[in-house]
């Protein structure tokens, strides 16, 4: 290692902080709000504008066939690749740039990109908008400080990530933009804390159930059967018996908060008999539809997972001659972990201890992000999140991100690139 190098490269992150936090700011003031995915080809085109001036080349992907994208929300992605000495090894940076809805609660204007107390304030200032700002900016660091890289830097920004990703980073790599035999290394500047780096996340089992009755006066409830108490013996059902078996089951995965290394089940939504706010007629419902949210262990084998469910309904249907069911499946995300001793593990350990003097904390993350699609669609299993910002804070009101966790992430980043192309 040369450390006047990594000096040098840490001096220009420095240098270049007030463009960094300019950089962030501006992103924040487009409201790419998803659902429906607003502004997405405004912003795309201010982080390709910002790649072609920091010597990328800058190509723009339209995810035209997917049927969330439209001509009033054009799903557009937009990738930069700058070449060092050799193609590989080729270390690929990737954020999100969709944000979820504001919310209510706010005490600073949601899009104003406020910077203030040594804070970008914002929602998606920290997730994960600071996160792209510290990617641009490494690389831009790098190259200030005349370092020729050996190997290629690719950073992407990419939409719907919020929504699952399918026409972001699933759709680069169902396209072959990111590939295994194109990319060795991402790291995804989620906002996980600056100290920690996130291998990976549980599962995800969505699913609908709908219980079936007969319609009858609702005089006379005797004489229907109502769809509504169905569904009410399923959650009972779940709270009683369900519920504490996935309680027990720990993953050995260090998922953090730590109440979140347990199985989990959450009811999304319900909705049965007639629309609460139409005109009501006396009827027995006949009809009521759930969707839940199963997350699931990478221990659990997901066949296990979805029987689980099933068995559950077939219990009731044994004791409740009229009991009818549907079970329906709505989306089914796999966990993920990185490989043990994985070199981007290893580089961005290298990098926070280097940069922060702590040991990195490995940990994973309660819910999903982008790095199913590296793992699973492009092959790329040599993926982390790493990036500025306090988990906490993502999609809470008055998100914000300290400034001086921009700029440390920023040199962790920078020095984990050097290490993985071999340019240190
Ligand atoms: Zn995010």
Request: hydrophobic share 40%; proline share 7%.
């Amino acid at each position: 290692m040369v450390p006047q190098l990594v000096d040098r490269v840490f001096d220009c992150v420095d240098s270049l902080a007030g463009e960094a936090v300019a950089f962030a700011s501006n992103l924040v003031r487009i409201p790419t709000v998803n659902p429906p995915g607003d502004f997405y080809p405004d912003c795309a085109r201010l982080i390709g504008h910002t790649l072609a001036t920091f010597g990328f080349e800058v190509e723009y992907h339209t995810a035209g066939d997917r049927p969330e994208h439209n001509a009033g929300h054009p799903r557009v992605n937009v990738v930069g690749t700058r070449r060092g000495r050799a193609a590989h090894p080729l270390v690929h940076l990737n954020g999100h740039f969709d944000v979820v809805p504001a919310g209510a609660g706010w005490t600073v204007e949601p899009f104003g990109g406020n910077v203030r107390n040594g804070r970008i304030w914002g929602r998606g200032a920290c997730d994960m908008k600071a996160g792209l700002a510290a990617a641009v900016f490494a690389a831009e660091a790098i190259r200030r400080a005349g370092v020729d890289l050996s190997g290629t830097i690719e950073i992407s920004g990419t939409v719907d990530e919020e929504s699952g990703g399918f026409a972001g980073i699933a759709w680069l790599a169902e396209q072959g933009r990111i590939s295994a035999a194109r990319t060795d290394f991402a790291i995804i500047p989620e906002p996980l804390g600056v100290d920690r780096i996130a291998i990976g996340h549980r599962g995800v089992y969505w699913f609908e159930i709908e219980t079936r009755g007969r319609i009858a006066h609702g005089s006379m409830p005797f004489q229907g059967v109502n769809a509504v108490s169905h569904m009410s013996t399923v959650i009972e059902a779940m709270r009683r018996h369900l519920e504490p078996q996935l309680a027990a089951r720990v993953t050995g995965m260090p998922v953090v908060p730590e109440a979140a290394r347990y199985a989990t089940l959450n009811i999304n939504a319900i909705a049965g008999g007639q629309p609460i706010d139409g005109i009501q007629t006396p009827c027995v419902a006949d009809r009521c539809r759930a969707v839940f949210d199963r997350r699931y262990l990478i221990e659990e084998p997901f066949e296990d997972v979805r029987e689980e469910i099933g068995a559950l309904l077939e219990g009731i249907a044994a004791t409740r001659p009229d009991f009818e069911y549907a079970l329906r499946d709505l989306l089914v995300v796999p966990p993920t972990r990185t490989p043990d001793d994985s070199p981007v593990t290893t580089a961005l350990e290298n990098a926070i201890a280097r940069v922060l003097d702590v040991p990195a904390t490995l940990v994973a993350s309660p819910g999903t992000y982008d790095q199913k699609h590296f793992a699973r669609i492009a092959g790329v299993p040599h993926c982390v999140a790493y990036g500025p910002g306090i988990l906490d804070l993502a999609h809470q009101p008055d998100e914000y991100c300290e400034i001086s966790d921009l700029v440390n992430a920023t040199k962790v980043i920078a020095h984990g690139v050097l290490e993985l192309t071999g340019s240190l």
